[in-house]
């Protein structure tokens, strides 16, 4: 079946424009997540959606960092006047429950690339 | 909090070598653990897992167990591909989200 996609896979943007970055999750997976991952480092945290509703917004590094589910599929990661510390390749994973451990499953990823 | 120390690499091996790379955590509670890889070119994808102590993960000739006493979940493989370059990511589950190492790039050569 499909795997987790994401869009753009590659992302040019000069400093102070706003991006955004689409994650199309597995059909009927009722979690998702987005992940930062810097150059030559583990991805981290950013935020964890269930259906539409946000639980977890703790690793966003700023408020210009928005992510939203509207409707409990599809999600958008936004980032507001990108600073050059935001390059980054943003990582999409969704995950259903299964027996108490919670797999993700990741998508390819969105290199974003401010200059 | 939370976090995962993994072995530096870069790691060179020649085929056939065994490999391990080490890697231990710190949580509160009792978290699950994972290997992810990601090859070159492609995305994060499970290798193996454990979700309790004693456990042991294995995929693809590669091994893993869950050591609550040492806090460890080293990795195995008892003869390394070349195909089995990539790089390599430890990780707990913690309350739904993931805490990842810093990644390990290997390099097997024929």
């Known amino acids: 079946g499909a795997g987790v996609s994401q869009s753009p896979r590659y992302k040019v943007a000069k400093r102070g424009q706003d991006v955004a970055l689409r994650c199309d999750p597995i059909?009927?997976?009722?979690?998702l997540f987005w992940y930062q991952q810097a150059l030559g480092q583990g991805p981290e945290f950013l935020t964890y959606?269930?259906?539409?509703?946000?639980?977890?917004k703790s690793g966003l590094p700023s408020d210009r960092f928005f992510a939203e589910r509207p409707e409990g599929s599809v999600s958008t990661l936004k980032i507001q006047r990108t600073q050059q510390e935001d390059s980054a390749v943003y990582l999409c994973?969704?995950?259903?429950?299964?027996?108490?451990?919670?797999?993700?499953?990741f998508g390819p990823g969105t290199r974003l690339t401010v200059t | 909090g939370n976090s995962v120390t993994q072995m530096e690499g870069p790691v060179t091996l020649s085929e056939e070598a065994f490999l391990t790379i080490n890697c231990t955590y710190t949580?509160?509670?009792?978290?699950?653990l994972f290997w992810y890889v990601q090859y070159p070119g492609e995305g994060l994808q499970l290798l193996l897992k454990?979700?309790?102590?004693?456990d042991k993960g294995s995929n693809k000739g590669f091994e893993a167990t869950y050591r609550k006493e040492t806090t460890s979940f080293h990795l195995e493989k008892g003869s390394v591909q070349v195909s089995d370059s990539a790089v390599y990511f430890c990780?707990?589950?913690?309350?739904?989200?993931?805490?990842f190492g810093q990644g390990t790039r290997l390099t097997i050569n024929p």
């Open positions: 994973a969704s995950s259903l429950r299964r027996e108490g451990s919670y797999e993700q499953y």
């Open positions: 959606f269930q259906n539409e509703a946000q639980l977890d």
């Open positions: 990780a707990l589950s913690r309350l739904q989200k993931l805490v």
């Open positions: 059909s009927g997976h009722v979690s």
């Open positions: 454990a979700t309790k102590a004693d």
């Open positions: 949580a509160t509670g009792y978290p699950s």
